[in-house]
Protein backbone atom coordinates (compact mmCIF):
# COMPACT_ATOMS: atom_id res chain seq x y z
CA UNK A 1 0.00 0.00 0.00
CA UNK A 2 1.40 3.68 -0.68
CA UNK A 3 2.56 5.97 1.61
CA UNK A 4 1.75 9.72 1.60
CA UNK A 5 3.35 12.29 2.89
CA UNK A 6 1.93 15.38 4.46
CA UNK A 7 2.64 18.46 6.05
CA UNK A 8 -0.17 20.23 8.52
CA UNK A 9 0.41 23.75 7.87
CA UNK A 10 -1.73 24.67 11.78
CA UNK A 11 0.98 22.62 14.00
CA UNK A 12 3.97 22.48 11.23
CA UNK A 13 4.62 18.58 11.58
CA UNK A 14 4.91 15.97 8.80
CA UNK A 15 3.17 12.90 8.65
CA UNK A 16 2.96 10.13 6.64
CA UNK A 17 -0.56 8.58 5.50
CA UNK A 18 -1.57 4.65 4.12
CA UNK A 19 -3.93 4.77 1.45
CA UNK A 20 -4.52 2.33 -1.74
CA UNK A 21 -4.70 3.60 -4.89
CA UNK A 22 -8.55 3.92 -4.83
CA UNK A 23 -8.70 5.65 -1.75
CA UNK A 24 -6.32 8.03 -2.73
CA UNK A 25 -8.42 8.14 -6.30
CA UNK A 26 -11.32 9.04 -4.11
CA UNK A 27 -9.67 12.20 -2.34
CA UNK A 28 -10.06 11.32 0.93
CA UNK A 29 -10.00 14.00 3.69
CA UNK A 30 -7.05 13.68 5.44
CA UNK A 31 -6.49 15.36 8.94
CA UNK A 32 -3.25 15.86 10.75
CA UNK A 33 -2.84 12.86 13.50
CA UNK A 34 -0.74 15.47 15.90
CA UNK A 35 -3.27 17.88 16.15
CA UNK A 36 -6.58 16.26 14.22
CA UNK A 37 -6.21 19.93 12.01
CA UNK A 38 -7.56 19.66 8.62
CA UNK A 39 -5.41 22.52 6.54
CA UNK A 40 -2.87 19.72 5.45
CA UNK A 41 -1.00 19.85 2.12
CA UNK A 42 0.79 16.73 0.55
CA UNK A 43 4.08 16.95 0.12
CA UNK A 44 5.85 15.89 -3.19
CA UNK A 45 8.42 13.57 -2.87
CA UNK A 46 10.14 10.55 -4.84
CA UNK A 47 9.58 6.82 -4.88
CA UNK A 48 11.29 3.95 -6.63
CA UNK A 49 10.49 0.37 -7.42
CA UNK A 50 12.16 -3.26 -8.00
CA UNK A 51 11.13 -5.56 -10.20
CA UNK A 52 12.30 -9.16 -10.29
CA UNK A 53 12.11 -8.86 -14.61
CA UNK A 54 15.43 -7.89 -16.45
CA UNK A 55 15.83 -5.20 -18.39
Excluded at 8 to 19: A, P, Q, Y
Amino acid sequence: MPAYEYHCNTCGKDFVVFLSLKEFEANPKVSCEHCRGDNVTKKLTAFFTKTSKKS
